[in-house]
C-alpha cells in the first residue's frame, strides 16, 4: 500500500468507498449529502484528496479529504488549525492500518505546514472504529466545539495538538 493524490480515474472508487463507509450514518434526509460525499472530482478541486492504493496503483483502498487554509470544505478549523473530512476504507481493507496510514499522513502534511492543530468533526452515530482510531493517536475530544449541521445531526469534534 501507498499514498498518493487522487486523479481523475479514482474518483468513481472514492464516491463508492465514501458513501458505503458512511451509509450507517445515512438517512433518508440525507440524500444530498450522500451525493456530496459521492461528488470525489468536487472534493478534489475545494481540497485536497488523497487516496491509499493497493501495490498495483489503481486499486483504492482509502481516502481522506485534507482541508487546508482557504479551503471551502473546513468546517471546525481555526486559523492555526489542520482539518481533515471523509476519511473512508473500503469495506475489505478495514483493519489492515489503512485508516491510520491516511490519518498519519495528514498530520505529517499539517506539521510540514507548521499547523498548531489538526481537528476534525464526526458522526456520533456508527463511527466506533473511527473513534478509537482518533483516541489510539492522541485525539482528544473537544465537546466545547461539538456542532448540528442540521437538525437531528449531531457532530462531535476532536482536535490532536501538533508537537
Known amino acids: 500500500m501507498h499514498l498518493r493524490r487522487a486523479r481523475p480515474e479514482d474518483y468513481d472508487a472514492i464516491g463508492t468507498i465514501t458513501v458505503a463507509a458512511y451509509q450507517p450514518q445515512l438517512n ?19 481540497a485536497e484528496l488523497w487516496v491509499a492504493v493497493g501495490p498495483d496503483d489503481r486499486e483504492v483502498l482509502g481516502t481522506v479529504t485534507i482541508c487546508r487554509a482557504g479551503s471551502p470544505l473546513r468546517e471546525v478549523a481555526r486559523a492555526d488549525e489542520g482539518e481533515f473530512r471523509m476519511l473512508a476504507v473500503a469495506p475489505q481493507a478495514q ?17 510540514e505546514e507548521g499547523a498548531g492543530a489538526v481537528v476534525l468533526s464526526t458522526n456520533t452515530h456508527g463511527t466506533a ?4 482510531l482518533y483516541q489510539r493517536l492522541g485525539f482528544l475530544r473537544c465537546p466545547e466545539r461539538d456542532w448540528s449541521p442540521l437538525p437531528g445531526v449531531e457532530l462531535v469534534v476532536y482536535r490532536l495538538e501538533l508537537a
Not at 37 to 45: M, P, S, T, V, W
Not at 95 to 111: I, K, N, S
Not at 129 to 132: D, E, K, Q, S
Open 95 to 111: 483493519g489492515q492500518g489503512v485508516g491510520e496510514t491516511l490519518v498519519r499522513h495528514v498530520l505529517d502534511r499539517f506539521r
Open 28 to 46: 433518508d434526509s440525507s440524500a444530498s449529502y450522500a451525493e456530496h460525499l459521492a461528488n470525489a472530482a468536487a472534493r478534489d478541486l475545494e
Open 129 to 132: 472504529p473511527a473513534h478509537r
